[in-house]
């Protein structure tokens, strides 16, 4: 692991690191934000959204002045490999900068497009390894993709985090052509395989044992993409304990994420701190 | 004037605006924060560093949480003229991202490199006439060539910028290479005229009839060039009510900023929501 860059921020240290991952058969960078704080400490997972480095939210989200006031740390991945070896595509949403979170089973994709492996394994024990971080307090969060991300990633490993919340995210993929057209290119054309990774299909059939946190803006630019009806379908059917948080005037920007940011961190530090 | 996007933050608009400069013979561009709030709403500055646009801060400081809760507006100018008409050079830290907040004299810069009147006055009264802001009620900050400008700005008319403080500034122009060669190119040879824009000179021959806050890391990569010790010995001199804040392990960036913006917004809010 490679220390790329390490800023004093909020008492505690925002650092920029990279590493060889086995997974994704690439260099892979990541923004960790450590808190002032002595023993094991809990741990934020946040996703980014399509086009997004590990770079955006770590300077723009405001996550870590909250953050530090509640003693967690945050994790900044990348959103894909990165590389001329790693496939891509011209298409903004699909390729580097598109992983969408899941293992590719298709070509040209399969050999580095394995962004569910790379955070829910290899990253997480990377951390676990070189950082004085909880492995048992840990919880995932993400915008848009990465709201995608952090709820699917999360109802299919509750174990392994135990709070989540969302800002707008991609709530039901497999109807949506934020979803349709990288779910056949990464995964092919049986659609089983894409419910796996559809937050409102998985949600009505597995559920999540703890309170989901949402917040969307009304006026999200992106609303017909993001599909958060099927999400409250879900919410509803299933009586799935949840906060969802329609926000009049808001938009899909970093601005609305920023606004909500201090809410969610509470959220989580409300869980993680007292496991 | 022309909108060019409007994003809820924190309850208020954050705005992105550009208008004809009659001062910088150019289109500019700046970002205003609008809190929730009615009235006469006290409007803080923020004058940016090298390099940057009216775009960085905004996205990065985490300025306007603190601007929403004390109902303060925040204005977000560019650094320089723009564009194929106004000079450029191909360093980083000469002509357009370079402004230094100064009337050029000099050619090529003479005609657009207008940035002190058009902070003074042009877009002063430009946002006056268009948003609901206070004309007595400003004050004004800045990071590094942003905290030169918003410190000999703020010296020289403390009648409109009736607070002041600054994140790191250029303290000493005269005697840096920060200052130096831009003052040589855009004002000439006549050192009297560098002068005039040294807040460590100025404050020693004029003084500020309020308290400056100022925050500088111990850390700062550019310490050399920024010397904080001339504006310390101004400060200690001329008995200057001050608060000089040397952080410890802090750099240059904006993480840096955000660690202390809330400290700076409540420092210009006493002030102006007093008045």
């Known amino acids: ?27 892979m960078t990541f923004g960790l934000f450590m808190p002032e704080r002595s023993g094991s400490v809990p741990l934020l997972w946040f996703l980014s959204g ?9 300077t723009k ?47 040209p994709w399969a050999r580095h497009f394995r962004m569910w492996d790379y955070i829910s394994s290899e990253l997480r024990e990377l951390i676990a390894a070189n950082f004085p971080i909880s492995r048992q307090a840990q919880g995932i969060t993400g915008h848009s993709m990465g709201g995608h ?11 392994k ?30 659609r089983e395989n894409w419910e796996l990774h559809d937050a409102s299909v998985l949600l009505k059939r597995i559920g999540y044992p703890g309170t989901i946190l949402i917040d969307q803006g009304s006026s999200d ?28 005037g808001y938009d899909h920007s970093y601005f609305f994420i920023s606004t909500f940011a201090g809410d969610h961190v509470r ?3 409300r869980v993680l701190n007292a496991l």
């Not at 399509?50 to 770590?58: G, I, K, Q, R, S």
């Not at 991300?149 to 174990?159: H, K, M, P, V, Y």
């Not at 995210?169 to 990288?182: C, H, L, T, Y």
Request: aromatic letters at 10%; one cysteine or more.
């Open 1 to 27: 692991m490679k220390t790329r860059s390490e800023s004093k921020l909020f008492g505690g240290l925002q650092g920029v690191y990279s590493h060889y991952s086995e997974c994704c058969s690439c260099e």
């Open 221 to 248: 630019q992106f609303l017909d993409l993001l599909r958060p009806q099927a999400l409250l379908d879900s919410i509803g059917r299933r009586s799935q304990p949840a906060k969802f948080n329609f926000r009049a």
């Open 149 to 159: 991300g952090a709820l699917t990633l999360a109802i299919r490993n509750s174990e």
């Open 161 to 190: 985090f135990r709070s989540v919340s969302a800002f707008a995210p991609i709530a039901n993929p497999v109807a949506s052509d934020w979803g349709r057209k990288q779910f056949d290119a990464y995964l092919g054309d049986n």
């Open 61 to 107: 989200s405001g996550l870590q002045a909250w953050a530090a006031r509640t003693g967690l740390a945050v994790i900044f991945p990348d959103t894909s490999p990165r590389g001329d070896a790693a496939a891509d595509s011209p298409d903004y949403d699909l390729g580097q900068g598109a992983g969408f979170y899941v293992n590719a089973s298709q070509q």
């Open 50 to 58: 399509l086009t997004c480095t590990h770079e955006n939210a770590m």
């Open 267 to 269: 959220h989580h530090a």
